[in-house]
């Protein structure tokens, strides 16, 4: 009975400290959760300073002399800070990483959650169309894998298909 309860803690632990958060709680401390994503994007030169959290897809990253830019299409976050995978998205936000990130890393189809400070907006174009991006200038980034579909098929092996 002792040996199953110690397997049973272990595996509790496990199961539990992988549904953590992936901000840390400290950083996840100075978040003005009064900026959410739908206001930001409506006049993000209003909320210059705030720390806010923010997530989605990679479009694109580019190298500057000192910086690195990461073209991201917003998200929904889910309780622990991880982007859905919906079509529902808000707009198109850059994050400004000071200091270099490999592109071969941070690749288009990737998803990011970022927290970092409102630097107001940069232009840019989407196409033909001029484009207003939210800047927001990373304090923490956390890349997620991409994610293979494993097709998964269910049957009873009564039927024989053609």
Known sequence: MKNILIVFFLISTFLFSSCGHVVPEELRNQIDRSVTAEILFKDPEAYKGKTVMLGGLILATANAKDATYIEVLERPL?????????????????????????????????????????????????????????????KNLYLFEKTRDIPVRFGIGIFKSF
């Open 78 to 138: 889910d309780g622990r800070g991880r982007p859905e995978d919906t079509d529902l998205s808000r707009g198109r936000f850059m994050i400004k990483y000071e200091g270099y990130l490999d592109p071969a890393i941070y690749t288009k189809g990737k998803m990011l959650t970022a927290v970092g400070e409102v630097s107001g907006v940069i232009p840019g174009k989407i196409g033909e169309m001029e484009y207003k991006y939210p800047l927001i200038t990373s």
